[in-house]
Protein backbone atom coordinates (compact mmCIF):
# COMPACT_ATOMS: atom_id res chain seq x y z
CA UNK A 1 0.00 0.00 0.00
CA UNK A 2 2.59 2.20 0.87
CA UNK A 3 4.59 1.71 -2.37
CA UNK A 4 1.65 2.53 -4.21
CA UNK A 5 0.95 5.79 -2.38
CA UNK A 6 4.65 6.76 -3.04
CA UNK A 7 4.23 6.17 -6.58
CA UNK A 8 1.33 8.36 -7.06
CA UNK A 9 2.06 11.47 -4.85
CA UNK A 10 5.04 12.47 -7.13
CA UNK A 11 2.77 12.29 -10.14
CA UNK A 12 0.51 14.60 -8.59
CA UNK A 13 3.30 16.98 -8.02
CA UNK A 14 4.36 17.36 -11.04
CA UNK A 15 0.64 18.25 -12.24
CA UNK A 16 0.25 21.01 -10.19
CA UNK A 17 3.67 22.57 -10.06
CA UNK A 18 3.44 26.52 -9.84
CA UNK A 19 6.55 26.75 -11.75
CA UNK A 20 6.37 25.61 -15.29
CA UNK A 21 9.54 24.36 -17.87
CA UNK A 22 10.97 26.51 -20.26
CA UNK A 23 9.25 26.76 -23.73
CA UNK A 24 10.64 27.56 -27.02
CA UNK A 25 9.42 30.86 -29.15
CA UNK A 26 8.97 30.70 -32.30
CA UNK A 27 10.86 33.45 -34.18
CA UNK A 28 12.22 34.42 -37.58
CA UNK A 29 15.61 32.93 -38.41
CA UNK A 30 17.29 35.22 -40.65
CA UNK A 31 16.10 38.08 -39.12
CA UNK A 32 17.23 36.91 -35.83
CA UNK A 33 20.77 36.72 -36.88
CA UNK A 34 20.52 39.75 -38.05
CA UNK A 35 18.98 41.13 -34.78
CA UNK A 36 22.29 39.32 -33.53
CA UNK A 37 25.01 41.45 -35.40
CA UNK A 38 22.84 44.70 -34.13
CA UNK A 39 23.02 43.51 -30.35
CA UNK A 40 26.27 43.54 -30.41
CA UNK A 41 27.48 46.36 -32.83
CA UNK A 42 29.04 49.64 -31.09
CA UNK A 43 28.56 51.74 -33.63
CA UNK A 44 24.59 52.43 -33.18
CA UNK A 45 25.56 54.84 -30.37
CA UNK A 46 25.80 58.52 -30.33
CA UNK A 47 29.85 57.84 -29.34
CA UNK A 48 30.21 54.09 -31.10
CA UNK A 49 31.16 52.90 -28.22
CA UNK A 50 28.02 51.08 -26.25
CA UNK A 51 26.12 47.96 -27.61
CA UNK A 52 23.19 46.36 -26.44
CA UNK A 53 25.67 44.03 -25.02
CA UNK A 54 27.63 46.37 -23.15
CA UNK A 55 25.04 46.22 -20.43
CA UNK A 56 23.42 43.02 -21.03
CA UNK A 57 26.78 40.40 -20.92
CA UNK A 58 26.75 37.38 -21.77
CA UNK A 59 29.15 36.34 -19.52
CA UNK A 60 26.71 37.49 -16.85
CA UNK A 61 23.79 35.75 -17.81
CA UNK A 62 23.09 39.13 -20.18
CA UNK A 63 23.01 41.22 -17.08
CA UNK A 64 25.34 43.74 -16.38
CA UNK A 65 27.80 43.11 -13.35
CA UNK A 66 28.02 46.56 -12.63
CA UNK A 67 25.02 48.22 -9.96
CA UNK A 68 24.53 50.35 -12.85
CA UNK A 69 25.07 50.63 -16.16
CA UNK A 70 27.82 52.89 -18.10
CA UNK A 71 26.51 54.24 -21.72
CA UNK A 72 27.71 56.74 -24.12
CA UNK A 73 30.34 58.97 -23.17
CA UNK A 74 30.43 57.18 -19.90
CA UNK A 75 27.96 58.18 -18.43
CA UNK A 76 26.07 56.53 -15.50
CA UNK A 77 22.82 54.88 -15.40
CA UNK A 78 20.47 54.77 -11.98
CA UNK A 79 19.12 51.38 -12.04
CA UNK A 80 20.49 47.66 -12.44
CA UNK A 81 20.25 46.15 -15.87
CA UNK A 82 18.18 43.40 -16.45
CA UNK A 83 18.94 39.90 -18.55
CA UNK A 84 17.84 40.02 -22.00
CA UNK A 85 17.87 36.30 -21.45
CA UNK A 86 14.02 34.88 -21.23
CA UNK A 87 12.64 38.47 -21.25
CA UNK A 88 10.48 37.30 -23.55
CA UNK A 89 8.11 35.85 -21.08
CA UNK A 90 7.90 38.55 -19.01
CA UNK A 91 4.53 40.03 -19.43
CA UNK A 92 5.67 43.90 -19.41
CA UNK A 93 9.28 45.03 -19.68
CA UNK A 94 11.74 46.65 -17.44
CA UNK A 95 11.36 46.88 -13.69
CA UNK A 96 8.34 49.35 -13.66
CA UNK A 97 6.43 47.97 -16.47
CA UNK A 98 6.74 50.86 -18.60
CA UNK A 99 6.70 49.26 -21.83
CA UNK A 100 4.21 46.71 -22.42
CA UNK A 101 6.30 44.24 -25.04
CA UNK A 102 10.14 43.98 -26.54
CA UNK A 103 9.21 46.10 -29.23
CA UNK A 104 8.17 49.47 -27.28
CA UNK A 105 11.44 48.46 -24.65
CA UNK A 106 14.07 48.76 -27.72
CA UNK A 107 13.28 52.82 -27.55
CA UNK A 108 14.03 52.99 -23.85
CA UNK A 109 18.10 52.29 -24.39
CA UNK A 110 18.33 53.51 -28.07
CA UNK A 111 17.25 56.89 -27.38
CA UNK A 112 18.21 57.25 -23.37
CA UNK A 113 21.18 59.92 -23.22
CA UNK A 114 23.07 57.46 -20.91
CA UNK A 115 22.54 54.90 -22.69
CA UNK A 116 23.01 54.91 -26.28
CA UNK A 117 21.72 58.39 -27.25
CA UNK A 118 20.53 58.51 -30.82
CA UNK A 119 17.06 59.58 -31.89
CA UNK A 120 15.31 57.24 -35.07
CA UNK A 121 16.78 59.23 -37.67
CA UNK A 122 20.37 58.58 -36.39
CA UNK A 123 19.76 54.84 -36.15
CA UNK A 124 18.55 54.96 -39.62
CA UNK A 125 21.56 57.31 -41.23
CA UNK A 126 24.16 54.55 -39.64
CA UNK A 127 22.88 51.70 -40.99
CA UNK A 128 21.57 53.05 -44.28
CA UNK A 129 25.68 54.25 -44.64
CA UNK A 130 26.74 50.83 -43.75
CA UNK A 131 26.84 48.45 -46.76
CA UNK A 132 26.75 45.59 -44.55
CA UNK A 133 23.45 45.87 -43.10
CA UNK A 134 22.27 47.96 -46.73
CA UNK A 135 22.72 44.46 -48.12
CA UNK A 136 21.54 42.33 -45.20
CA UNK A 137 18.06 44.44 -44.54
CA UNK A 138 17.29 44.51 -48.28
CA UNK A 139 17.52 40.94 -48.39
CA UNK A 140 15.02 40.40 -45.53
CA UNK A 141 12.78 43.40 -45.90
CA UNK A 142 12.64 43.80 -49.60
CA UNK A 143 13.07 47.26 -49.01
CA UNK A 144 15.54 49.82 -50.08
CA UNK A 145 15.77 52.18 -46.86
CA UNK A 146 16.28 50.91 -44.01
CA UNK A 147 14.03 52.14 -40.57
CA UNK A 148 13.97 52.24 -37.48
CA UNK A 149 11.14 50.00 -36.92
CA UNK A 150 13.12 47.54 -39.26
CA UNK A 151 15.94 47.70 -36.72
CA UNK A 152 13.18 47.26 -33.74
CA UNK A 153 12.17 43.89 -35.37
CA UNK A 154 15.14 42.14 -36.31
CA UNK A 155 16.36 42.97 -32.53
CA UNK A 156 12.76 41.51 -30.80
CA UNK A 157 13.32 38.47 -32.96
CA UNK A 158 16.93 37.66 -31.83
CA UNK A 159 15.13 38.16 -28.40
CA UNK A 160 12.95 35.45 -29.34
CA UNK A 161 15.71 33.61 -29.38
CA UNK A 162 17.41 34.37 -26.09
CA UNK A 163 16.30 31.53 -23.73
CA UNK A 164 18.12 29.49 -21.49
CA UNK A 165 16.58 25.58 -22.29
CA UNK A 166 17.65 22.79 -19.94
CA UNK A 167 18.13 24.22 -17.07
CA UNK A 168 18.15 21.12 -14.16
CA UNK A 169 15.17 22.08 -12.96
CA UNK A 170 13.18 22.24 -15.77
CA UNK A 171 14.50 18.91 -16.20
CA UNK A 172 13.19 17.70 -13.04
CA UNK A 173 9.81 18.78 -13.46
CA UNK A 174 9.83 16.93 -16.74
CA UNK A 175 10.82 13.83 -15.06
CA UNK A 176 14.16 13.27 -16.43
CA UNK A 177 16.58 13.89 -13.82
CA UNK A 178 16.29 14.42 -9.87
CA UNK A 179 17.20 16.95 -7.74
CA UNK A 180 19.84 16.55 -4.45
CA UNK A 181 18.38 15.82 -1.40
CA UNK A 182 19.42 19.82 -0.76
CA UNK A 183 18.08 20.81 -3.84
CA UNK A 184 14.57 19.78 -3.04
CA UNK A 185 14.66 20.95 0.22
CA UNK A 186 15.35 24.17 -0.95
CA UNK A 187 12.41 24.17 -3.59
CA UNK A 188 10.39 22.77 -0.90
CA UNK A 189 11.12 25.82 1.31
CA UNK A 190 10.93 28.66 -1.31
CA UNK A 191 7.30 27.53 -1.35
CA UNK A 192 6.47 26.63 2.23
CA UNK A 193 8.02 30.33 2.83
CA UNK A 194 5.81 32.14 0.41
CA UNK A 195 8.99 32.87 -2.45
CA UNK A 196 6.07 31.15 -4.70
CA UNK A 197 3.49 33.38 -4.22
CA UNK A 198 5.64 36.11 -5.99
CA UNK A 199 8.37 34.21 -8.12
CA UNK A 200 6.12 31.81 -9.95
CA UNK A 201 5.19 30.72 -13.44
CA UNK A 202 7.42 29.83 -16.54
CA UNK A 203 9.98 32.69 -15.55
CA UNK A 204 9.67 32.01 -11.39
CA UNK A 205 8.68 35.96 -12.12
CA UNK A 206 8.49 38.23 -14.70
CA UNK A 207 4.70 38.16 -14.29
CA UNK A 208 3.42 40.25 -11.55
CA UNK A 209 4.18 43.73 -10.36
CA UNK A 210 5.07 43.48 -6.33
CA UNK A 211 6.19 45.50 -3.66
CA UNK A 212 9.78 45.51 -1.99
CA UNK A 213 9.10 45.77 1.85
CA UNK A 214 6.10 44.33 2.07
CA UNK A 215 6.40 43.15 5.99
CA UNK A 216 9.29 45.89 6.95
CA UNK A 217 9.86 48.95 4.66
CA UNK A 218 12.70 49.36 2.30
CA UNK A 219 14.65 52.89 2.16
CA UNK A 220 15.56 53.01 -1.78
CA UNK A 221 13.37 53.59 -4.73
CA UNK A 222 14.47 54.48 -7.79
CA UNK A 223 12.25 53.38 -10.91
CA UNK A 224 9.11 52.20 -9.60
CA UNK A 225 6.03 51.63 -10.79
CA UNK A 226 4.88 55.07 -9.15
CA UNK A 227 7.11 56.58 -11.79
CA UNK A 228 4.55 55.38 -14.28
CA UNK A 229 1.42 55.65 -12.48
CA UNK A 230 2.14 58.83 -10.01
CA UNK A 231 0.06 56.47 -7.32
CA UNK A 232 0.96 56.42 -4.20
CA UNK A 233 0.07 53.03 -3.80
CA UNK A 234 2.79 51.98 -6.33
CA UNK A 235 5.96 53.44 -4.46
CA UNK A 236 8.51 50.79 -4.21
CA UNK A 237 6.64 48.03 -7.01
CA UNK A 238 8.32 46.62 -9.22
CA UNK A 239 7.94 43.88 -11.94
CA UNK A 240 9.03 41.05 -10.14
CA UNK A 241 12.08 39.72 -11.56
CA UNK A 242 12.43 36.20 -13.13
CA UNK A 243 14.90 34.01 -10.87
CA UNK A 244 16.23 31.76 -14.06
CA UNK A 245 20.14 32.38 -14.39
CA UNK A 246 19.87 34.06 -11.23
CA UNK A 247 23.10 32.63 -10.34
CA UNK A 248 24.80 34.61 -13.04
CA UNK A 249 23.27 37.63 -12.34
CA UNK A 250 24.61 39.68 -9.77
CA UNK A 251 24.45 41.75 -8.24
CA UNK A 252 20.83 41.49 -7.17
CA UNK A 253 17.78 43.86 -6.75
CA UNK A 254 17.01 47.37 -9.26
CA UNK A 255 19.73 49.25 -7.23
CA UNK A 256 22.44 46.20 -7.26
CA UNK A 257 22.48 46.34 -3.05
CA UNK A 258 24.71 43.03 -2.81
CA UNK A 259 26.31 41.09 -5.28
CA UNK A 260 25.83 37.73 -2.99
CA UNK A 261 23.16 35.18 -3.76
CA UNK A 262 22.19 33.99 0.16
CA UNK A 263 22.48 37.86 1.39
CA UNK A 264 19.62 38.74 -1.78
CA UNK A 265 17.45 35.57 -0.22
CA UNK A 266 17.52 36.91 3.58
CA UNK A 267 16.81 40.16 2.61
CA UNK A 268 13.92 38.87 0.72
CA UNK A 269 13.13 36.34 3.70
CA UNK A 270 13.21 39.21 5.65
CA UNK A 271 11.75 42.32 3.80
CA UNK A 272 8.80 40.54 2.02
CA UNK A 273 8.15 37.93 4.20
CA UNK A 274 9.02 39.13 7.88
CA UNK A 275 11.14 35.75 8.24
CA UNK A 276 14.81 35.00 9.49
CA UNK A 277 15.68 31.65 8.01
CA UNK A 278 18.38 29.45 9.32
CA UNK A 279 21.54 29.51 7.62
CA UNK A 280 21.22 25.79 6.15
CA UNK A 281 17.92 27.12 5.29
CA UNK A 282 19.14 30.26 3.13
CA UNK A 283 21.62 27.33 1.27
CA UNK A 284 19.30 25.26 0.47
CA UNK A 285 17.35 28.08 -1.18
CA UNK A 286 20.29 28.72 -2.86
CA UNK A 287 21.04 25.01 -3.99
CA UNK A 288 17.54 25.22 -5.50
CA UNK A 289 18.10 28.67 -7.39
CA UNK A 290 21.55 27.19 -9.25
CA UNK A 291 19.21 24.54 -10.41
CA UNK A 292 17.49 27.51 -12.52
CA UNK A 293 20.81 27.75 -14.34
CA UNK A 294 19.97 26.84 -18.23
CA UNK A 295 22.30 26.45 -21.35
CA UNK A 296 23.37 29.66 -23.54
CA UNK A 297 21.05 30.61 -26.49
CA UNK A 298 21.18 28.13 -29.51
CA UNK A 299 21.56 31.27 -31.64
CA UNK A 300 25.04 32.57 -29.82
CA UNK A 301 26.68 29.27 -30.37
CA UNK A 302 26.64 29.71 -34.82
CA UNK A 303 28.68 32.34 -36.57
CA UNK A 304 29.00 35.02 -33.90
C1 LIG B 1 23.85 51.58 -21.08
C2 LIG B 1 23.35 50.27 -20.71
C3 LIG B 1 22.30 49.59 -21.55
C4 LIG B 1 22.25 49.46 -22.92
C5 LIG B 1 23.20 50.02 -23.95
C6 LIG B 1 21.09 48.65 -23.21
N1 LIG B 1 20.46 48.29 -22.05
FE1 LIG B 1 18.85 47.09 -21.87
N2 LIG B 1 18.69 47.58 -19.92
C7 LIG B 1 19.60 48.34 -19.22
C8 LIG B 1 19.07 48.66 -17.92
C9 LIG B 1 19.76 49.48 -16.84
C10 LIG B 1 17.78 48.06 -17.86
C11 LIG B 1 16.76 48.19 -16.72
C12 LIG B 1 16.14 49.59 -16.86
C13 LIG B 1 14.84 49.77 -16.13
O1 LIG B 1 14.15 48.78 -15.89
O2 LIG B 1 14.48 50.91 -15.82
C14 LIG B 1 17.59 47.38 -19.14
C15 LIG B 1 16.46 46.64 -19.47
C16 LIG B 1 16.33 45.92 -20.66
C17 LIG B 1 15.26 44.99 -20.94
C18 LIG B 1 14.10 44.67 -20.02
C19 LIG B 1 14.18 43.29 -19.43
C20 LIG B 1 13.07 43.06 -18.45
O3 LIG B 1 13.02 41.98 -17.88
O4 LIG B 1 12.24 43.95 -18.21
C21 LIG B 1 15.49 44.49 -22.20
C22 LIG B 1 14.65 43.48 -22.94
C23 LIG B 1 16.68 45.14 -22.71
N3 LIG B 1 17.18 45.98 -21.73
C24 LIG B 1 17.19 44.99 -23.98
C25 LIG B 1 18.13 45.85 -24.54
C26 LIG B 1 18.42 45.96 -25.97
C27 LIG B 1 17.77 45.14 -27.05
C28 LIG B 1 19.38 46.92 -26.10
C29 LIG B 1 19.99 47.45 -27.38
C30 LIG B 1 19.07 48.02 -28.34
C31 LIG B 1 19.70 47.38 -24.76
N4 LIG B 1 18.90 46.73 -23.85
C32 LIG B 1 20.69 48.31 -24.48
C33 LIG B 1 20.82 48.75 -19.68
C34 LIG B 1 21.15 48.86 -21.02
C1 LIG C 1 5.61 39.80 -2.22
C2 LIG C 1 6.37 39.34 -3.37
C3 LIG C 1 7.69 38.64 -3.17
C4 LIG C 1 8.01 37.61 -2.33
C5 LIG C 1 7.11 36.90 -1.34
C6 LIG C 1 9.39 37.27 -2.60
N1 LIG C 1 9.90 38.08 -3.58
FE1 LIG C 1 11.79 37.99 -4.32
N2 LIG C 1 11.44 39.72 -5.32
C7 LIG C 1 10.24 40.42 -5.36
C8 LIG C 1 10.46 41.71 -5.95
C9 LIG C 1 9.40 42.78 -6.21
C10 LIG C 1 11.83 41.79 -6.27
C11 LIG C 1 12.58 43.01 -6.84
C12 LIG C 1 12.81 43.98 -5.70
C13 LIG C 1 13.83 45.05 -5.96
O1 LIG C 1 14.56 44.96 -6.93
O2 LIG C 1 13.91 46.01 -5.18
C14 LIG C 1 12.42 40.51 -5.87
C15 LIG C 1 13.76 40.17 -6.04
C16 LIG C 1 14.31 38.93 -5.71
C17 LIG C 1 15.67 38.53 -5.99
C18 LIG C 1 16.71 39.35 -6.76
C19 LIG C 1 16.66 38.98 -8.22
C20 LIG C 1 17.44 39.89 -9.12
O3 LIG C 1 17.72 39.47 -10.23
O4 LIG C 1 17.75 41.03 -8.77
C21 LIG C 1 15.83 37.27 -5.48
C22 LIG C 1 17.09 36.41 -5.54
C23 LIG C 1 14.58 36.89 -4.87
N3 LIG C 1 13.67 37.92 -5.05
C24 LIG C 1 14.33 35.68 -4.24
C25 LIG C 1 13.24 35.49 -3.38
C26 LIG C 1 13.16 34.44 -2.39
C27 LIG C 1 14.18 33.34 -2.21
C28 LIG C 1 12.00 34.63 -1.72
C29 LIG C 1 11.48 33.86 -0.52
C30 LIG C 1 12.37 33.86 0.64
C31 LIG C 1 11.33 35.78 -2.31
N4 LIG C 1 12.12 36.28 -3.31
C32 LIG C 1 10.09 36.26 -1.93
C33 LIG C 1 9.03 39.95 -4.88
C34 LIG C 1 8.90 38.94 -3.94
Known amino acids: MKKIILFFIPLFIFA ?10 PYDKQKAELGKKLFFDPSISEDG ?5 SCHDLRYGSSDPRAVSVGVHVK ?18 FWNGRARNL ?4 DGPTHNPVEMGLNSKRVEKILNDNSFYKK ?23 EKAMVTPNCKFDKYLEGKVNLTKKEKN ?12 CHNGVNIGGNSFQKIGVVYPASNR ?9 NPEDKFVYKVPSLRNVELTAPYFHNGITYNLNEAVELMAYYNLGLKPKKEEIDAIVAFLK ?14
Do not use: W
Not at 16 to 25: C, Q
Not at 103 to 106: D, H, K, N
Not at 136 to 153: G, P, S, V
Not at 186 to 197: E, Q
Open 291 to 304: TLTGKSPKILKANK
Open 16 to 25: SEPITPIYKV
Open 136 to 158: EFTKIYHKNYITYEMFKDAIVEF
Open 103 to 106: YEQI
Open 186 to 197: GYLLFKKFGCIT
Open 222 to 230: VGDRYEVTK
Open 49 to 53: TVSCA
Open 76 to 93: LGRIQSEPVYNAVFNFRQ
